[in-house]
């Protein structure tokens, strides 16, 4: 007597097989679906006002490292967020912020006060100490982060990577921010 609703075992280990490999699939596209759509929820900007210090602790007419925290940062990055920049203050609250790489390779560069210039010790590029080219392999200047001036106190925007690619926000010659 032959039942049309009973299974025979070979078509139960089929069932159970395209169930496990249905939950193996879904196990793996889950992650990866998650992937691709964060992008879409990510916020399209990364920068963010960062506090570099008082006024005065930029003499006028000297340029000082300072460093900064980048605003992106994951749990693991350790000292790595610790980010230099180069600020040279022009006079009263006018400064000129610039990142410490180098336009070429992004080597970091070194301000020597003796001469008033930075210098990259990778392919021998010089910028004036207003940051613009001098000679070498770089085909521009320094980058220069926005900053203001507010409450006494100097910030950038910072939390972008400066390449010669960037946008022209980023890495244009521009007044200070208001």
């Not at 299974?7 to 196990?27: C, D, E, H, Q």
């Not at 005065?56 to 350790?78: C, H, K, Y």
């Amino acid at each position: 007597m032959s039942n049309e609703n009973t299974v025979s075992r070979r078509g139960l280990f089929m069932k159970l097989g395209i169930l496990f490999n249905g939950l193996v699939a879904t196990a793996l596209a889950v992650p990866l679906v998650e992937f691709v759509l964060s992008s879409l929820s990510r916020k399209k900007s990364y920068r963010e006002w960062v506090q570099l210090g008082s006024v005065s602790e930029f003499p006028e007419g000297e340029t000082r490292l300072a460093i900064f925290r980048n605003p992106n940062v994951l749990p693991t990055d350790g000292k790595t967020v610790d980010t230099a920049c180069w600020v040279r203050r022009v006079e009263g609250e006018q400064f000129q912020v610039f990142a410490v790489n180098c336009a070429h390779l992004g080597c970091p560069v070194r301000w020597f006060p003796q001469s008033g210039l930075f210098m990259c010790p990778c392919h021998g590029g010089v910028y004036y100490r207003d940051g613009s080219r001098a000679s070498g392999p770089p085909e521009r200047g320094l980058f220069e982060y926005p900053y203001k001036v507010q409450n006494g106190l100097v910030t950038i925007q910072a939390g972008e990577l400066f390449t010669p690619g960037a946008s022209a926000a980023l890495v244009g010659r521009k007044s200070p921010c208001a």
